[in-house]
């Protein structure tokens, strides 16, 4: 039998760190992930899936993920149950992350924080805002030549002939 979920979206708030009696980290979010398809209306639906993550991966994912950061998940559907206050037996399902991918660099702006809308990432000249190009060629791209009222976004590796400077605390690992 096969219990497997990949999913790639958007935070709904920060994620939430506690530790168990044992000491052990325990993070919970919530991933907002667009369904792939228009309704009747020509609007896209968007689904918000409950994960959960354990022990280093949990603190990664407090420290490093915030709003509207955009993660990956890799995990497993997990449904608990118990009895409310009035009675009632509850239900919940949520995915239990093996993995949780940071799927932007640190520092990005988010799609709620442009004008782009409908929660796409900004476009970035073509490279996803990792790397140069080819070289050290301008991008030679029409649209960025002719339209002068975009927003300009310059390639944080532009002068690759240097090293570059991480610190130890900029890695979540």
């Known amino acids: ?52 993550v354990w022990r280093r991966q949990a603190e990664n994912a ?31 399902t949520e995915v239990i992350a093996d993995s949780v991918q940071f799927l932007e660099p640190k520092g990005t702006r988010h799609a709620d924080e442009n004008d782009f809308g409908n929660g796409a990432p900004a476009p970035s000249n073509g490279n996803n805002g990792f790397g140069s190009q080819s070289g050290n060629r301008p991008n030679t791209n029409a649209n960025n030549n002719n339209n002068q009222n975009a927003p300009s976004f310059e390639d944080p590796f532009a002068n690759d002939s240097k090293p570059i400077d991480i610190s130890d605390d900029d890695l979540p690992f």
């Open 62 to 92: 407090a420290n490093f993920l915030t709003k509207g950061s955009l993660a990956g998940v890799d995990g497993r559907i997990q449904t608990r149950n118990y009895e409310n206050n009035e009675g009632r037996r509850v239900y919940i």
């Open 1 to 52: 039998m096969i219990n497997r979920v990949v999913l790639v979206g958007r935070l709904t708030k920060n994620p939430e760190l506690r530790y168990t009696p044992n000491g052990v980290a325990v993070a919970s979010f919530t991933i907002a992930v667009n369904r792939p398809f228009s309704n009747q209306q020509g609007d896209r639906e968007t689904d918000f899936i409950p994960v959960v």
